[in-house]
């Protein structure tokens, strides 16, 4: 097991928060797939500092929803199919085929983590503009009625989620 996805994390982490130590993971876990063989590399950008407001770009958005996603998909402590089926589709239409493939994998891991909420919206919070933020909200609630119903536990933490986000 080669150590390149936890390099990564730590690297992501000191250079863009919880949301950059994801990425960083992420990035290396591809770079030790590479050498067997899993993965194909793209070019990828280097987030900077994160103190001060940053346009939001395609992966900020793409990783801050999957972060969310899998804290509200585990929220009643069961991933469904449906939920799984929602994000999915979304991603496809929001990013393409193979992006989405791509996201699909990182949601799966993300999944299997503990997610620091406050953390990660706080970062969300200074990356995105109030648009974006409403934006993500309305995706996940979305995703909350992707399986017929929305949940106590599911409103009571997107609630708690666009606290931590600034919106009302």
């Known amino acids: ?10 690297a992501g982490w000191a250079l863009g928060g919880p949301l950059g130590g ?17 993965y194909a590399v793209e070019n990828d950008r280097s987030y900077g500092n994160t ?8 992966g900020d958005f793409g990783i801050s929803l999957l972060v969310l996603s899998a804290a509200v998909m585990k929220a009643d402590a069961s991933v469904k199919r449906s939920e799984l ?11 393409g085929q193979e ?11 993300i999944l299997q983590k503990d997610i620091n909420l406050p953390e990660v919206c706080q970062q969300i919070r200074m ?5 974006s933020r409403l ?18 536990a599911e409103i009571q933490l ?4 666009a606290s931590y986000l600034g919106i009302s």
Do not use: P
């Open 135 to 152: 934006q993500l909200l309305h995706y996940l609630f979305g995703l909350s009625l992707s399986d017929g119903s929305a949940c106590e």
């Open 158 to 161: 997107i609630k708690r989620i």
């Open 127 to 131: 990356m995105m503009d109030h648009a």
């Open 99 to 109: 992006k989405a493939a791509q996201y699909i994998l990182i949601l799966k891991e």
């Open 51 to 58: 103190y001060k407001r940053q346009q939001t770009h395609e």
């Open 85 to 95: 089926d929602y994000v999915k589709a979304f991603f496809k239409h929001q990013f």
């Open 1 to 10: 097991m080669s150590a390149l996805k936890w390099i990564g994390g730590v």
């Open 22 to 38: 994801i990425i960083g993971f992420f990035i290396g876990k591809m770079f030790d797939g590479m050498n067997s063989g899993e």
